[in-house]
């Protein structure tokens, strides 16, 4: 089973933290975005993973340094979009059903249910989606009671609906997705394949992920901080701070709260509730930081008050 990420977009949206670092490299508690989606893949029985690149390609490799598995990596010169980066990739592709997985999130998901429920269905394509209320913001996918796609946010309606779901960014081709590709470098997977595609009836299939799992898209500075927080909660259970060997600290800590690798908190400082310092970055003295994170290297100003904001390098994002 091989599995394709999209990690070759620009990273506008998640300006100005993207600035030096492609947004799937960004860290969740200290782990990149895309390792996490890898190492997912991994312990999903996936067996090599295809990685398409554009801006700060450098930044991917060394975020999969520790991959647990083999990468392809397809350089794209210029963007080509969602369709146009898996048709690029098509040599390594080719031949069986693969997985294509969004860069920018954090989920937990079971690839090997949603795969082999693709490879019993004959359709086209299978979407994972869930039940989520988030779909009235991201567009929601009908689904018929057979759990083939029917509609498609407001791009097309074949009737038929019997629920909806948020499509969560992964899914599952068959080969003969190529053939329904356009014959140029850039376009789009959902209008310019999959809408034309149950125009002409072919089948698309649907697999819901339970309501249970964890699901963070992490597109803008308020997902990566959102999910950062999200996953503090999950994986410290809201217990005692979580503070690396290497790290300095000479303030106070409010649990939950974790601190990084070589990170240093000052004396007067304040770290948490809710508090996210990664590796190497600084918390100055009598500094707060309260529902926010600080990304590697930050470096937190004498006397900051930071609550529900993102300090990087010596700056501040805060969601106003």
């Not at 009598?286 to 008050?305: K, N």
Request: hydrophobic content about 45%; charged content about 20%.
């Amino acid at each position: 089973m091989k599995a394709m990420v999209l990690a070759a977009g620009l990273g506008t949206r998640m300006a100005p933290l993207a600035r030096g670092c492609a947004k799937p490299a960004l860290p969740v508690l200290d782990v990149p975005v895309i390792l996490r989606v890898v190492r997912a893949l991994a312990a999903s029985g996936v067996e090599r993973a295809i990685v398409n690149t554009h801006a700060h390609p450098e930044s991917l490799r060394q975020a999969l340094r520790d991959s647990p598995l083999p990468i392809d990596w397809v350089p794209e010169p210029e963007p080509r979009g969602s369709g146009g980066g898996i048709l690029g990739a098509r040599r390594l592709l080719d031949g069986a059903p693969f997985l294509v997985v969004n860069g920018d999130m954090c989920l937990e998901l079971d690839f090997a249910a949603l795969f082999a429920r693709h490879c019993t269905s004959g359709a086209l394509a299978t979407l994972a989606l869930r039940d989520d209320p988030r779909k009235r913001e991201f567009g929601s996918i009908g689904y018929d009671r057979d759990g083939h796609v029917c509609r498609i946010t407001e791009r097309i309606d074949v009737g038929r609906e019997k629920a909806s779901g948020l499509f969560v960014g992964v899914q599952v081709m068959s080969p003969a997705i190529f053939t329904r590709m356009p014959e140029r470098p850039t376009f789009e997977i959902i209008p310019d394949v999959y809408v034309p595609a149950l125009r002409d009836g072919a089948p698309i299939g649907t697999w819901l992920q339970p309501q249970s799992a964890a699901w963070w898209p992490v597109g803008t500075p308020r997902e990566l901080l959102d999910a950062n927080l999200a996953a503090l909660v999950a994986e410290t259970r809201g217990d005692s701070p979580r503070v690396d060997a290497s790290a300095q600290v000479a303030g106070e800590l409010v649990a939950p709260a974790w601190i990084g690798a070589g990170a240093r908190v000052a004396r007067g400082a304040r770290v948490g509730p809710h508090g996210v310092v990664s590796a190497g970055a600084v918390i100055g003295e009598h500094a707060r930081l309260e529902r926010s994170l600080a990304l590697p290297g930050a470096e937190v100003a004498r006397g900051a008050a930071l609550a529900r904001a993102v300090a990087h390098g010596s700056e501040v994002w805060r969601d106003d």
